[in-house]
T-cell receptor
Framework: DGGITQSPKYLFRKEGQNVTLSCEQN?????MYWYRQDPGQGLRLIYY???????QKGDIAEGYSVSREKKESFPLTVTSAQKNPTAFYLC?????????????FGQGTRLTVV | RKEVEQDPGPFNVPEGATVAFNCTYS??????FFWYRQDCRKEPKLLMS???SGNEDGRFTAQLNRASQYISLLIRDSKLSDSATYLC??????????FGTGTRLKVLA
């Protein structure tokens, strides 16, 4: 089945540690996105990529880094510079067409700093 | 001003009621609009794309008013299973999706 897979589903991090969240898609989508969601809040864009080896900062990129070495993969690293990393992280992908289409989401990773 | 604004609710309605959600967007370059449904602690899932002519899918109707930069979602004959948060989404004109903060709906038995 085609889809987006995020792993792990739950992640616990000690303060001062970097952690990497995985996102893989087999939908052959060009664009991929990382969003952060805090309780009772909407989704805020961290980073996005429209093509391999290229990505752009979103609204809240500080303390995060990404790479896009393969079309299928867009991992997100939460660095120790991110002061409040506890949140629900959502990865999404979409095709890039003349007619815009919707974004498809993975099941999310819930990150908790302990 | 937020790029996409929604009334956060919550909307508490009895089963069978009709409920309407409104959303405004500020970027006139936005071309595509969507409504997503998000259940508690789950990922958002597409409910409807919003077309300029308006579109209907069963009990759900979406409308777009470009002149007023306004999007709406109407749910008729509400079911208990409709309880969720509804997210309004506009594209930024550059393949970015801008999400509203969501409107919580609780359908009561």
């Amino acid at each position: 089945d085609g889809g987006i897979t995020q792993s792990p589903k739950y992640l616990f991090r000690k303060e001062g540690q970097n952690v990497t969240l995985s996102c893989e898609q087999n939908l052959n989508h060009d664009a991929m996105y990382w969003y952060r969601q805090d309780p009772g809040q909407g989704l805020r864009l961290i980073y996005y990529s429209q093509i391999v080896n290229d990505f752009q900062k979103g609204d809240i990129a500080e303390g995060y880094s990404v790479s896009r070495e393969k079309k299928e993969s867009f991992p997100l690293t939460v660095t120790s510079a991110q002061k409040n990393p506890t949140a629900f992280y959502l990865c999404a992908s979409s095709p890039i067409n003349r007619g815009r289409t919707e974004a498809f989401f993975g099941q999310g990773t819930r990150l908790t700093v302990v | 001003r937020k790029e996409v604004e929604q009334d956060p609710g919550p909307f508490n309605v009895p089963e069978g009621a009709t409920v309407a959600f409104n959303c405004t967007y500020s970027n006139s370059a936005s071309q595509s609009f969507f409504w997503y449904r998000q259940d508690c602690r789950k990922e958002p899932k597409l409910l409807m794309s919003v077309y300029s002519s308006g579109n209907e899918d069963g009990r759900f109707t979406a409308q777009l008013n470009r002149a007023s930069q306004y999007i709406s979602l109407l749910i008729r004959d509400s079911k208990l299973s409709d309880s969720a948060t509804y997210l309004c989404v506009a594209d930024s004109g550059t393949y970015k999706y801008i999400f509203g903060t969501g409107t919580r709906l609780k359908v009561l038995a």
